[in-house]
């Protein structure tokens, strides 16, 4: 069993920053990508940022030079930090990893997602 959690959502206002964390636990022999997601009120949801297991990152062009994607493979952790928030970049934030379990089966495991509200 795996399980992937997120935390540090909330409120901030226009301008201000935030650091989301998301922890993968359980089965794990070795986790692949990693990305972060967002879903605003009656939108689809999109990518925000994507990181591979060496390091390379992706990022949506909305969030390009705001948002830092990054992680910590020894702790199965990957962080978004999020920097001259807008109204826009409210959303639920949701976490996905792509997980190779201890039976060698390779699964997507997703997150329950955090709020984050960027006021004006």
């Known amino acids: 069993q795996v399980h992937v959690a997120e935390s540090g959502g909330g409120l901030v206002q226009a301008g201000g920053s935030l650091r989301l964390s998301c922890l993968a636990s359980?089965?794990?022999?070795?986790?692949?990508?990693m990305s972060w997601y967002r879903q605003a009120p009656g939108k689809q949801r999109d990518l925000v940022a994507r990181?591979?297991?060496?390091?390379?990152?992706n990022y949506a062009d909305s969030v390009k030079g705001r948002f830092t994607i990054s992680r910590d493979n020894a702790k199965n952790t990957v962080y978004l930090q999020m920097i001259n928030l807008k109204p826009e970049d409210t959303a639920v934030y949701s976490c996905?990893?792509?997980?190779?379990?201890?039976?060698?089966?390779?699964?997507?495991?997703w997150g329950q997602g955090t709020q984050v509200t960027v006021s004006s």
């Open positions: 359980g089965s794990i022999f070795s986790i692949n990508d």
């Open positions: 996905a990893a792509r997980v190779t379990n201890t039976a060698r089966s390779t699964t997507d495991y």
């Open positions: 990181i591979t297991s060496g390091g390379s990152t």
